[in-house]
């Protein structure tokens, strides 16, 4: 029997060909030759040949391939984005051109991942013709316009992500900041409403399954009750549509929460079943929530398979200046003005707490959100420009924290752009900063959080949560109908109801799960950013 000759890629005698790669394996790192796969002999020829005309994409069969940004796109479903890489034939050996499994060499993957970085951050230093050029640190010089403040920003494939304090990243931190645009999706701009529709019925779902009542839902309720313990499930695994957790999971990711207090800030217990004091209200801000969730839904709100990559939740209360009356009552005065001083020192509190928690856990990657900064935030427009402030002050305490890169996800439902606000307050304070702050538009908490997760680092998320959620259980707030906010979303995208009153009640009322913290917000060597305490 006579073998098939193998297929060869065709070589333009005009100069040297290129290989082209898509990413097959996104649990692998970019660097493994084994995550590439070859593009088919006709495809990589296509591609190249469009690359060599200096094109700036190639549609190859359902993906569109963009050849200035390394990625390939699915023409119908825009989740579905690859890596793409080229690799020149080796004119020394030219058999690599010639074999179908042809796999890129690993010293040319490091030496082109490192070019890529390398290069990516050095366009920041050139400005264009006209343009004042601003020192932001004793490394590196960017571009400042009169349109914006992106003078760090590192741009991969044509998405936006604004570093401040680009020399603090390490290497580490580097690459993973820049491959993100290409690992993740962008979020789905759906009102939030809309996106827990998509959710809810799976959820409701998998909690009949652990034993909720089939007739408790409605479209106020916060409750959830179920009629045994999950731990006497006969049941082993659980599923919500294509993700499925085994009982031993769910219960290990129960077991991992905790209630946390502020020492000396809270007088009686977190957990309340009765109704909140003004007083026990206004504690509420010392309460925290911390476990480890899994992501179950990606950013298009489809079920994930084989989400196993754990990360640290913290949820913890916002001020409420719209709702709440005794918020209201502290922090505005008679003339109807903030109190800027004592909300600060509030917003100050929620922020080291938060970061203690994460710091406890060794938390390398923090991934945050704008708490306070929606309908909570009333009509005072400058709330968002107060919680960036407060939050740069703390990770501008020397020593406080460990974390390689603080990362803020501000992405914009309605008219509220938090993403300017953290911008404007960061960009100022850049020098004073201990810690390098990723701000991205594009990109959910939640995808971020489990995509580092997924790579072996630790990261954790915040959940902008409630008074009644932290007080009595009610983790989730509205998951099952009425209003949805970022709490409802996160409760319905990831295993966050494990933390629910209703499913873990062991979590409220057993002392041993309650820990007293002290963040040290005030902690000596605090370094004071540009713009002082209004």
């Known amino acids: 029997m006579t073998s098939k000759p193998k297929k060869k890629v065709p070589r333009d005698d005009d100069g040297p060909t290129g290989l082209w790669y898509f990413k097959k394996n996104e649990e692998l790192s970019s660097e493994d030759p084994k995550a590439w796969k070859l593009y088919k002999p006709a495809e990589s020829t296509k591609i190249e040949n469009s690359y060599q005309k200096g094109a700036k994409t190639v549609t190859v069969g359902d993906y569109v391939v963009h050849l200035k940004t390394m990625i390939q796109k699915h023409k119908s479903d825009k989740s ?30 490091l030496k082109e991942r490192s070019s890529t970085i390398g290069s990516t951050v050095s366009t920041i230093k050139e400005s264009p013709p006209g343009v004042k050029k601003l020192k932001l640190d004793s490394e590196i010089q960017a571009t400042m316009t009169d349109e914006d403040l992106d003078k760090t920003i590192i741009q991969p494939p044509g998405q936006s992500i604004l570093v401040v304090g680009l020399s603090l990243l390490s290497d580490t931190a580097k690459q993973l900041i820049h491959a993100l645009p290409v690992a993740i999706s962008e979020i789905e701009r759906v009102p939030l409403d ?26 106020t309720s ?66 925290a929530v911390t476990g480890y969730i899994l992501s179950v839904f990606d950013n298009s709100y489809r079920t994930m398979k084989n989400s ?67 309908a909570f935030k009333g009509g005072f427009a400058e709330v968002p420009e107060l919680w960036a402030q407060a939050l740069a002050e703390q990770l501008s305490l020397r020593e406080a924290y460990s974390f390689e890169a603080v990362i803020i996800s501000l992405p914009t439902f309605g008219t509220d752009r938090n993403f300017d606000s953290f911008r404007k307050v960061f960009s100022d304070v850049e020098k004073e900063l201990c810690h390098p702050v990723v701000l991205t538009e594009r990109y959910s908490m939640v995808e971020i959080a489990s995509h580092i997760a997924r790579l072996g680092h630790t990261s954790a998320i915040l959940n902008p949560s409630d008074v009644e959620a932290v007080r009595r259980g009610k983790i989730g707030m509205f998951w099952d109908g009425g209003h949805a906010a970022l709490e409802e979303i996160l409760a319905l995208q990831t295993t966050l109801l494990l933390q629910h009153v209703g499913v873990n009640p062991q979590l409220w009322t057993d002392p041993s799960r309650h820990v007293a913290v002290d963040p040290k917000m005030y902690r000596s060597g605090k370094k004071k950013p540009t713009k002082g305490n209004k």
């Open 80 to 109: 579905k984005v690859r890596e793409v890489l080229r690799q020149d034939c080796d004119e020394d050996d030219t058999s690599m051109c010639d074999s179908p499994n042809a796999v890129p060499k690993l010293s040319f993957l």
């Open 222 to 287: 916060c409750k959830i009750t179920l009629s045994g313990t999950v731990d006497k499930l006969k049941k082993s695994t659980f599923t919500i549509r294509d993700f499925s957790i085994s009982k031993e999971s769910i219960l290990e990711l129960m077991d991992t929460a905790t209630l946390s207090t502020v020492f000396g800030k809270v007088k009686r217990g977190p957990y309340c079943a009765e109704q909140l004091t003004d007083a026990e209200h206004a504690e509420a801000q010392y309460v």
């Open 194 to 219: 809309t996106a827990a529709t998509r959710m809810r019925g799976p959820v409701r779902s998998f909690l009949h399954q652990l034993g909720r009542l089939k007739d408790e839902t409605s479209e």
């Open 308 to 374: 196993k990559a754990r990360y640290l939740s913290v949820s913890i209360p916002g001020i409420n200046l719209k709702y709440s009356a005794v918020d209201k009552a502290r922090f505005i005065n008679k003339d109807k003005s903030l109190n800027t001083s004592l909300l600060l020192e509030a917003m100050r509190s929620v922020w080291a707490h938060a970061l203690h928690l994460m710091e406890d856990k060794k938390t390398s990657f923090p991934v945050l959100c704008a708490i306070g900064c929606g």
